[in-house]
T-cell receptor, first 114, second 116 residues
Framework: KQEVTQIPAALSVPEGENLVLNCSFT??????LQWFRQDPGKGLTSLLL?????REQTSGRLNASLDKSSGRSTLYIAASQPGDSATYLC?????????????FGTGTQLKVEL | GAGVSQTPSNKVTEKGKYVELRCDPI?????LYWYRQSLGQGPEFLIY????????DSGLPNDRFFAVRPEGSVSTLKIQRTERGDSAVYLC??????????????FGPGTRLTVL
C-alpha cells in the first residue's frame, strides 16, 4: 500500500525566506506527483504536476522536483510571502492497478510571518 | 461557473440520518472523484467515476456509502445511517479523464459534514 509522508508537519518562517517542503512515498511505481495548496475552509488548488518521466516543474516562485528512485519530491518556494500561508499537500498517482486516484500526504502547514 | 461546485457547503445531521452530497463537475470532464478529509489529515480516496460508471470504488469505507452519476455529469454521494465518525470534509474533483496523460484533477470547495 502506498504511503505518503510530508515533513515538516508545520513550518513558520519570516517573509522573504526561501523554503523547502518535503514529500516521500513508499512505492516508486507512480504515474505522476502533484502538489496542492489548501486554504482554510477551501478546496485544493493544484500548484504543480510532475509526470514520472520528468524531474522538475516550475511555476513562478515555485519549483517542484521528483526523484522516483528514492521516493522523494520537494517543493521549493522562493522569496516567501504572507499570502503563501496555507497547507501544502503532495499526492501521487499509482502507475498500475490503482486507477487515477490520488494518495495524499498529511500536509505541511506553512505560516509566513511579516 | 467554470469550476467544480459542491452543495451544500455545510451539512449538520444527527446520528442515524441519511444525507446526500452533490457535486457538479467542470463541464466536459468525464472523470469524477470523491475524497474524504478528516481533521488534520490529507484527503482519502473514496470512489472514481469514468462517465456514468464507477471505475474504482475501493475507497468506500462500508456499504453505508454509495455514489451515483446517472448522466455522466452531476454526482451524488449518499451516506445511510450516519455515524459520528463520518464527520469530515467531503471533496469532489473532476478531470478530462485522458488516458496515458498528465490529467490534473480540479477540486471543489468541499462539503463539511458534521454528525451530532
Amino acid at each position: 500500500k502506498q504511503e505518503v509522508t510530508q515533513i515538516p508537519a508545520a513550518l513558520s518562517v519570516p517573509e522573504g525566506e526561501n523554503l523547502v517542503l518535503n514529500c516521500s512515498f513508499t512505492d516508486s511505481a507512480i504515474y505522476n506527483l502533484q502538489w496542492f495548496r489548501q486554504d482554510p475552509g477551501k478546496g485544493l488548488t493544484s500548484l504543480l504536476l510532475i509526470q514520472s518521466s520528468q524531474r522538475e516543474q516550475t511555476s513562478g516562485r515555485l519549483n517542484a522536483s521528483l526523484d522516483k528512485s528514492s521516493g522523494r519530491s520537494t517543493l521549493y518556494i522562493a522569496a516567501s510571502q504572507p499570502g503563501d500561508s496555507a497547507t501544502y499537500l503532495c499526492a501521487v498517482i499509482r502507475l498500475t492497478g490503482g486507477g487515477n486516484k490520488l494518495t495524499f500526504g498529511t500536509g505541511t502547514q506553512l505560516k509566513v510571518e511579516l | 461557473g467554470a469550476g467544480v461546485s459542491q452543495t451544500p457547503s455545510n451539512k449538520v445531521t444527527e446520528k442515524g440520518k441519511y444525507v446526500e452530497l452533490r457535486c457538479d463537475p467542470i463541464s466536459g470532464h468525464t472523470a469524477l472523484y470523491w475524497y474524504r478529509q478528516s481533521l488534520g489529515q490529507g484527503p482519502e480516496f473514496l470512489i472514481y467515476f469514468q462517465g456514468t460508471g464507477a471505475a474504482d470504488d475501493s475507497g468506500l469505507p462500508n456499504d453505508r456509502f454509495f455514489a451515483v452519476r446517472p448522466e455522466g455529469s452531476v454526482s451524488t454521494l449518499k451516506i445511510q445511517r450516519t455515524e459520528r465518525g463520518d464527520s469530515a470534509v467531503y471533496l469532489c474533483a473532476s478531470s478530462w479523464g485522458l488516458a496515458g496523460a498528465a490529467d490534473t484533477q480540479y477540486f471543489g470547495p468541499g462539503t463539511r459534514l458534521t454528525v451530532l
